[in-house]
T-cell receptor
């Protein structure tokens, strides 16, 4: 079974607005990563946050991690039409080296 | 610096047949992981290869098997194909620990 779940399943916003998506997971982790996928193609790594970190920034991306709640959020600021894609969180449990993906959030940015 | 290369990009097979998918990892990476992604779902971990051995395995039947070669490239074999095996198969390479680099995937359709 999948480790994480994203919320919402789908999100539609206007260009320029901020998009926030959330990820909840089940077990203790070493790190959590966010990936982007365009139209069923391969996944592109966006950002990694380690279990001892609470917040991380990369360009227009801001990721938070709350290990006590087993949750993370991804914020995309000043969204663009090109941000339209599916976004997945992936967790690396501290019991192994594989990553478990959530169910994904489908983001649509309307020009 | 070549990324992860997967072949073929698309494949159509008949139920009951066998299929082999191939993956060449990113230069410098020694670990290959395989994922199955059904339409509208997140990637599901199949197995991971390191030093030519299966190191971790997800919840997939024995019909799914793999191999890693001395040059770190890998194959995924699926026997006795079922309609439910239709999916995007993703290969990801990494160092022993660290972020994944994904290939563009092989789209398998079983008819």
């Amino acid at each position: 079974s999948q480790q994480g779940e994203e919320d919402p399943q789908a999100l539609s916003i206007q260009e320029g607005e901020n998009a926030t998506m959330n990820c909840s997971y089940k077990t203790s982790i070493n790190n959590l990563q966010w990936y982007r996928q365009n139209s069923g193609r391969g996944l592109v790594h966006l950002i990694l946050i380690r279990s001892n970190e609470r917040e991380k920034h990369s360009g227009r991306l801001r990721v938070t991690l709350d290990t006590s709640k087993k949750s993370s959020s991804l914020l995309i600021t000043a969204s663009r039409a090109a941000d339209t894609a599916s976004y997945f969180c992936a967790t690396e449990p501290n019991t192994g080296n594989q990553f478990y993906f959530g169910t994904g959030t489908s983001l649509t940015v309307i020009p | 610096d070549a990324g992860v290369t997967q072949s073929p990009t698309h494949l159509i097979k008949t139920r009951g047949q066998q299929v082999t998918l191939r993956c060449s990892p990113k230069s410098g990476h020694d670990t290959v992981s395989w994922y199955q992604q059904a339409l509208g779902q997140g990637p599901q971990f199949i197995f991971q290869y390191y030093e030519e051995e299966e190191r971790q395995r997800g919840n997939f039947p024995d019909r799914f098997s793999g191999h890693q070669f001395p040059n770190y490239s890998s194959e995924l074999n699926v026997n006795a194909l079922l309609l439910g095996d239709s999916a995007l198969y993703l290969c990801a390479s990494s160092l022993v620990t660290g972020r994944y680099t994904f290939g563009s995937g092989t789209r398998l359709t079983v008819v």
